[in-house]
Each structure stands twice: as C-alpha cells, then as structure tokens.
Nanobody, 121 residues
Framework: QVQVVESGGGLVQPGGSLRLSCAAS????????MGWYRQAPGKQRELVAH????????NYADSVKGRFTISIDNGKNTVYLQMNSLKPEDTAVYYC??????????????WGQGTQVTVSS
C-alpha cells in the first residue's frame, strides 16, 4: 500500500510564508514526479507546481511564479512547496499528487487528502 500525506497548512497573514510537505510511504522504489494542486471554493482544481525527479523540468502556474518553490528530498520521499509573499487569492485546499515507481516495477498515481491554506489578516 502507498500513502501520500500532506502537512504544513494553516492560517497566515498576507505577505507571510508557509512550507507545505508531502511524504509518500509504502512499497515505493522511487519518485518519478510530484506536484501540488489547489482548489478554492467554487473553483476547479488547478496545478500550482510540478517537478520531475532526477533533474527533470519544473513547472509553475503563472500566478505563483517567483513566489513559490517546489523541491524534492529523495531520501525522505518528500516534496516541499515553499510559499512566500502569500496573497489572499492563494487561499485554497492544497493537494499533493505523486507519480511513483513501485517495487513491482509498475507505476502509480496517488493523491493526498489535502491541507488547508488560508491567507487572511
């Protein structure tokens, strides 16, 4: 079994920072790629940032470029999202998505349950 668990959300004032973590555990051989998505009330889920492991491309939504940074710690099977200069419009539930290579040789796509980020004064 594979689990993907997010942490690090919370309430922050505009201009503040948060760091989200997403840890994958279970029958994992390696990470192929991981990404962060968000969904605000009444809106569709959107891609925030995505990283392909092993020096692959990193992509960001235009709305977060220059403010958010995604990174991977392979030793911990964990992806981070450093969020700086937060704005009220960043308020959403943030979801982690993991494309993982399992020990069986197969690949799997997994989602976490989400963590709430609220930017408000």
């Amino acid at each position: 079994q594979v689990q993907v668990v997010e942490s690090g959300g919370g309430l922050v004032q505009p201009g503040g920072s948060l760091r989200l973590s997403c840890a994958a555990s279970g029958n994992i051989f390696s990470i192929y790629a991981m990404g962060w998505y968000r969904q605000a009330p009444g809106k569709q889920r959107e891609l925030v940032a995505h990283i392909t492991n092993g020096g692959g491309p990193t992509n960001y939504a235009d709305s977060v470029k220059g403010r958010f940074t995604i990174s991977i710690d392979n030793g911990k099977n964990t992806v981070y999202l450093q969020m700086n200069s937060l704005k009220p419009e960043d308020t959403a539930v943030y979801y982690c998505n993991a494309d993982l290579i399992l020990h069986s040789g197969s690949m799997g796509d997994y989602w976490g349950q989400g963590t709430q980020v609220t930017v408000s004064s």
